[in-house]
């Protein structure tokens, strides 16, 4: 019975890098999934469960489980901590950037080639301050005009936007419709932006994660499930404003 359960799960198509397991429990009524703290997932079923039936459920509730999954790996997670000094790493969009501290440099903090350029003198928690304010200055622009193109699409005017700290979450819409999202998510690829400016604009529609939310959302990024499969793997590797 497990088998043939498990054969069923399988051709759903979820994320490769889930791993899952089948437990039946005879006292059991209607399935039951879980995801456990290591991020994989327990799908409980009663001993008549139809695979088929277990199949269509995991399949209906993708979008929950990656959420739950990315949550479960995020809470285990160290996030990185940086150093200021020449040749600390720092990823801007997905690419990846070294640190050059320099002398009379006429900016005080700049994008060139290879190279993410920050002006002395700086000391620790003064150069994490400015490279905090620079990655929260881009995003500022770069969310703004990423909300003002998917706003048209998902059929909402385009909202306020700020982005700041959000400690543990990378977006949030407010009551008054703003959105606001983590200065630390400009270190992620454009994609997983794009599913996190998505995620909040369909919040201005459907304020639960209900099936339709689900629905909207994978109108609008049909591989929302695979993005929020690569976002638990890829956000953690985001440098969150810790000094080393």
Excluded: C, N
Excluded at 201 to 214: G, K, N, W
């Amino acid at each position: 019975m497990i088998s043939a359960v498990d054969a069923a799960v399988a051709k759903v198509g979820l994320p490769s890098q889930w791993s899952w397991r089948v437990e039946v429990r005879p006292r059991r009524r209607t399935l039951g999934l879980a995801v456990s703290p290591d991020g994989s997932i327990v799908i409980a079923v009663p001993k008549d469960a139809e695979p088929a039936e277990v199949a269509a459920v995991v399949h209906s509730r993708r979008l929950w489980l990656a959420r739950t999954i990315k949550r479960r790996t995020e809470l285990a997670a160290e996030h990185p901590t940086i150093e200021i000094l020449d040749g600390e790493g720092f990823i801007y969009l997905g690419r990846h950037y070294r640190l050059r501290l320099l002398d009379g440099h006429d900016r005080r903090i700049a994008l060139h080639g290879g190279w993410l350029d920050l002006s002395r003198p700086v000391s620790g928690p003064a150069g994490v301050a400015v490279i905090i304010d620079w990655y929260t200055a881009r995003g500022q622009r770069w969310l703004g005009d990423r909300v003002s193109a998917w706003a048209g699409r998902i059929g909402v005017s385009p909202p306020r936007v700020i982005v700041t700290d959000l400690g543990d979450r990378w977006g949030l819409r407010k009551r008054d419709g703003t959105v606001v999202f983590h200065w630390a998510a400009m270190q992620l690829p454009a994609e997983l932006l794009d599913l996190i400016v998505v995620h909040e604009l369909v919040h201005l529609v459907v304020a639960r994660h209900d099936q339709e939310f689900q629905r909207r959302l994978l109108i609008a990024l049909p591989d929302a499930v695979e993005l929020e499969a690569k976002l638990a793997e890829v956000g953690r590797q985001v440098w969150m404003g810790a000094l080393r």
